[in-house]
């Protein structure tokens, strides 16, 4: 124990330095009601500082992020700082009740932590409830100064969050958009007429640059372009509209429109691009399963090749096991999260305090029973449909290697994505399409109806870190689970204690 103390204490003082050397950027958060007008239709949505989107956060690799929140709406409100690693400050990752408790009404609360080892285009939103569909803003990580990007510089840097936008842009230079997919539910396919498109980012993670003229992009994913305005003077629509991959299942069919626009152009009709149709999974596939990572550039991590543990994770849609009036339930390895929302502690708390009750640690290395897991036909199958009600997390040594089939989000990592493939994943022959050279590297995967994906990652970061479906549904039905990674031997590898001030239950 008292080995323990010292190494907490001498943690402690390294965080104050490393903080106390770093640029800081402080923002301040208004979250609150707003009477909007669209189509001809007012209604109230919430939203930060009277804006939707809300402010984008710019900061250099490196630098302090202060963020002053202060809930002025009738909800309770968590912020999540969507793919930063939060190394050594968990307290600050934000989804409720997992790491910390709601900033209830009428409260505030600060978030701090430093930006380290990352660069590109990440986002901020609500974790509270369906608040993320308007409390949502873009995060852009910057090079440290002196430092470049493994490309050319564009001409201006722009984020896209699918809001109807336009753009003025020069013939003959080049510009990165900065693509933010915040839907709550769809994926969507990204196209504009006439225009190729250079993937050099997904995920705040650099790419090998790939020539497209469709984007997909997932729920909570990020993909960073470089386009060229090399077309003849005039404009051309950016449009977005959804890829769904499930049948017989409903979707808001909208396609989302912003225009570019060629200085000097006097074109009052701008131009269409043609774009896939919403059940395309031929060229979603071939999208996604073609981006690699960029070996050797900014940040790039080595594929760690000894695995420690492996996990095989299936999703499904279930019935929850109530007796009176049967709702729909998701699950996880037939487990379905519900979030501690009674206790008096986040799990997070539970977890440095050592207090049991809160969460148990047997959440299962893969589903209770072996079937054909991409046969719609059995979906109704009795043994199957039930899925128990749980707070269940899997505990990992620090520094240890997980390997999992079928992830979706992970907080406080990214993953390299080895294989994607359709069908039921065979762990011996799929293993061949493993890619250990340059793997792309996310924090965010979308997986098709029938498809499966295989991601490989280190858990070297304490914590309770909530993995789970990017969608609208996946807390309230229970997709979801969380890690629990230990605290590593040195002080570099120990979570520190929770802000004076972390909201309580």
Known sequence: ???FVALLACALALLASSMASAAIVEHSFHVQNLTV???????????????????????QEGDILVVHVFNKSPYNITIHWHGIFQKLSGWADGPEYVTQCPIVPGNSYTYKFKITGQEGTLWWHAHSSWLRATVHGALIIRPKSGHSYPFPKPHKEVPILFETYKLKVVEGKTYMLR?????????????IANHKLTVVAIDASFTEQYVTDVVVIAPGQTTDVLVTADQPVGSYYMAATPYASAANVSFDNTTTRGIIVYEGSTSANPLMPVLPASDDTLTAHKFYSNLTGLAGGPHWVPVPRQVDEHMFITFGINLAPCPLNQSLSAS????????????KL???QAFFYDVGGVYTTDFPNKPPVKFDYTNPNISLDQSLIFAPKATKVKTLKYNSTVEINHPIHIHGFNFHVLAQGFGNYD????????????????????????????????????GIWLVHCHLDVHLPWGLAMAFEVENGPTISSILPPPPADLPQC
Do not use: H
């Open 332 to 343: 996880m390895n037939n487990v379905s999260f519900v979030l501690p929302s009674t206790s």
């Open 1 to 3: 124990m008292a080995r």
């Open 179 to 191: 693509i933010i997919n915040a839907a709550l539910n769809n994926q969507l396919f990204f196209k």
């Open 37 to 59: 007008r669209r189509l001809c239709n007012e209604q109230v949505i919430t939203a930060v500082n009277g804006s939707l989107p809300g402010p984008t956060i710019r900061v």
């Open 427 to 462: 762990s011996v022959n799929d293993q061949g399409k493993f890619n250990f050279v340059n793997p792309q590297t996310r924090n965010t995967i979308a997986v098709p109806v029938g498809g499966w994906a295989v991601i490989r990652f280190q858990a070297n970061n304490p």
């Open 346 to 348: 986040s799990m997070l």
